[in-house]
């Protein structure tokens, strides 16, 4: 592939991104500078708190939500925004999404891949995140793949479209690690080809068989590794000076799992192999944090319920692969009445950009009401990642990730206005869509003088270019 | 055990003479005029044989009380994949996508399985009918193969049947071409199709010159011509019994086409692929219908002056290009409303053909009016088919394909109380209502 016009690609597509990057950045910093209190009021507003659905305000004081109520004093020099007839929720929250990782997300060359994570991938440029942001999502758990019964470690982002990589992640939110069970990890044990042919490159396991032994393997290996670190950690408290045990990064983030310093978020759909990793974590004396799809997980929701995991599945998928074939979307509404928290997410760009629409899916099939269909994208996903503290309500104290929609979110003909983080706008429809002629002409400008740069290229007698791949 | 379930069901979906009924005091929207509020419907012999205020219902009628209840007619998804595909990722399950360049003379509509379980799964969403593609999603030979550009026979078919003879509406409603593309070496795939301006920039998608693929795409469209022109000398020589004349069955499945009989749905997404799909059409004289367009503003007018209507895939789609307005696929629907050229909306899909309300939703979020949502999952569809004599509203004459809900059915929650099928009430239970009362119930 000729650099040159990989370079030129990427240079315009950096040009618009920062364009793009520039309209939205803009904005926050000059309302940052002139006023730090805004009112959001006349709103309809979908609290997901106990205060339940409201007509009222929100006053918003650096980057939190500072109260919120029918009637709210509107303190001198607050900007104003009216939202009369429109509707507000939480910021939306994504318990299971793959945008923002740079190239491939499955390091799915070894069974147990715990070494790595996903934090070292992020892309803040991905402009799945501006797309997320223009569907309402604020918060999203970005997860390793699922090729491999467990895979890399995981992180939580605010979509903060214009920041730096680091300026995305969610300070204080718990990390991850994904784990998989099922057809994906059992995927490369089963090369093309069939069993019988030469096994090339077959990695184990190839069988749910396998999957849950991976899985003990680790963990097997993980305890011994934990005990020789607290006897190391004892006898240095003790005065001692002996040698540390060798360090070994796959095992490091296993005995977090052990300590309860990571959450497991495990990719799984049929109903034995969630009770399956039910019954190894008791074993081993670690949690599963969440299911992730569990698309059976409606067989076996008391368990889930008893071992004190959530859900995190589709609305409405089925059918896609074999172990899809008993998904029902009655799945979210089914463990909800056993007692699990469930969030919906979406696994998918495209997706994630309507979670609102997904909810109002447990209301059709399961008769879920309203707040606590919303609730499975907003607080749910919130306690699920740990940060309920900080987001998925709207109630005093916390951070003001905040969305505006023009009409009831729960409708799949509302659209998303405005999305708000730690205060600050990041998402405007109005600008998005006035701005637009400029995006276009600057679109074109480059598009003119990439054919300049050519044909001045050809003139000067340069060989013509072979395009890239 | 599972031999008497299954008859239980059956008879209670098709008993005989059930399709003569009345639904009382329901709102009906008819999607071709206003709505009519507290009327009756009469169902005769499956077909709809009076709507008003007045119905003097004829003695011992099955009654159906419709209070609070609203009427429309059943809806229809374009184009979708609905009995050739059960499991999409197990290809043993899925007859999509047979080998051959050119096989006109596949028929969907024989490969549809009655017993799939997507058919009652979708129809419990007031879907009763849809367009079978042989190769919806405009990919043929998924096995692989070369890629083809006659997949074959669309069928339009009713979501409900003991057989695929049963179901039928109409058996060739078009031939599917899949237009050759710049990008996808004639396959109409999403992603390796680039805008022309930027794959004549950056020859985007494959490693061959721009110059290159160009030559490669004038040439599929001239084997297309190719195909077409021996369909037609061999029309000369069927018609003046030639010496020597033999049956064919490709040729044989061409004529129809040729006699602009049976019209063609053509997956073309780009403007260029549009332009020369129009262009082919025109030189060959037949009738065509656009699939899964995307690129229209530059074309609607041509498309609006030559009658050509188009169907428009899934509004719950990513737009196609890094820097376009990330509500491209939703406002599209609106724009090509405004330009006056007739649409109707596909899934092009088999597990989401249920969402199909929610997609036409999605695109009055963005700009389309209410009404032409509704008619671009009814009427629209019914007469881009050829088939609004029989289906599509709420008419007297038409087939009783009816959903009856409590409320407006574009909307998520809403729930479908009653549905038909040519008259007959489908049992709205299926695999996954079952398996929701099981274990919902599990001690």
Redesign the interface.
Known sequence: MPAG?AER?RRT?NM??LF?AGLIALAPLSQVMTAQVTVIKNATIMTESSKGTIKGSIVVRDGKIAEVGENVMVPAGATVIDAAGQWVTPGIIDCHSHIAGDGNINEGSVSVSSMVNIKDIINPED?AI??AL?GGITTANILHGSANSIGGQTIVLKMRWGKDADGMIFEGAKPGIKFALGENPKRAGNPQGGRGAPAVNARYPATRMGVEDTIREAFNEAVQYKAEWDAYERAVAGGQHPIPPRKDLKLEALKEVLEGKRFVHAHCYRSDEILMLIRVADDYGFKIRTFQHVLEG??V??EIAAHGAGASTFS???????E???A???NAA?MT?KGVVVSLNSDD???M??LN?EA??A????GISREDALAMVTINPAKQLGVENRVGSIEAGKDADIVIFD?DP??????VQRVMIDGNKYFDRDN?VSG?PM?EAE?QKL?EQ??QD?QNAQKKGAP?R???? | MKTTLFFTLAAATFAGANDTFLIRNADVYPVIGAKMENVSVLVQDGKIADIGGKIVPPKGIKIVEGKGLRVYPGMIDSATELGLSEVSGERVTVDTGELGEFMPQLRALIAVNPESEHLPVTRVNGITSAMTFPASGGRGGRGGGSPQMISGQAALIHLAGWTWEDMEINRSAALHIIFPSLGGGGRGGLAADFPDELAALFGAGTPQTFTERKRQYDQQIQKLNDFFDSARQYQKERTSNAPGFKRDLKMEAMQPVLERKVPVAVTAQRERSIRDAMAFAEKQHIRIILLQTRELAKVAADLKAKNIPVILGRTEALPENEDAPYDQAESLPGEIYKSGVKFAFATFNNEFVRNLPYNAARAVAFGLPYDEALKAVTINAAEIWGVSDKIGSVEKGKWADLMVTNGDPLETPTQIKHLYIKGQEIDLTNKQTRLYEKYLNRP
Not at chain 1, 316 to 322: I, L
Not at chain 1, 363 to 366: D, N
Not at chain 1, 410 to 415: D, F, I
């Open positions: 016009a690609r597509d618009t991104k793009i402009i501006y797309r223009a409606y067989k929701a008391k409405d998928w089925w059918g896609y692969k074999m899809a074939i008993d029902i979307p009655y089914i009445k760009a495209e997706l950009r309507r629409t109002a899916k209301m059709k099939y399961g009409k729960l409708s799949p003909v509302a659209k998005e637009r995006k679109k598009i990439e054919k050519q013509t072979r395009p890239q791949q």
